[in-house]
Nanobody, 111 residues
Framework: QVQLVESGGGVVQAGGSLRLSCAASESIDSIAAMYWYRQPPGKQREWLATIFNSGLTHYQDSVEGRFVISRDSPKNTVYLRMDNLQPEDTAVYYC?????WGKGTLVTVSS
């Protein structure tokens, strides 16, 4: 059973940046696509970004241009770089592939 562990969350002021990491317990070389999601307080989980093993990426409109997803296969890790964070970005952030989810990492953006 592959495990995913997110890290890198924390408290940041509006306009700040964070880089989230998602470490997989096994090789991600054969994984066709990996995803980042988030769940704001009191709201449903929403998709943010996808990275395919070709390197192709897709983003939700609200984060395109501010967030960048990347993957480091030798480290079995996927990243989410987040710039110009705003209070509405406050959420628990999760990485995912197929039916595998991590426990999430909390990002809090203060105004």
């Amino acid at each position: 059973q592959v495990q995913l562990v997110e890290s890198g969350g924390g408290v940041v002021q509006a306009g700040g940046s964070l880089r989230l990491s998602c470490a997989a317990s096994e090789s991600i070389d054969s994984i066709a696509a990996m995803y980042w999601y988030r769940q704001p307080p009191g709201k449903q989980r929403e998709w943010l970004a996808t990275i395919f093993n070709s390197g192709l990426t897709h983003y939700q409109d609200s984060v395109e241009g501010r967030f960048v997803i990347s993957r480091d296969s030798p480290k079995n890790t996927v990243y989410l770089r987040m710039d110009n964070l705003q209070p509405e970005d406050t959420a628990v952030y999760y990485c995912n592939y197929e039916n595998h989810w991590g426990k999430g990492t909390l990002v809090t953006v203060s105004s």
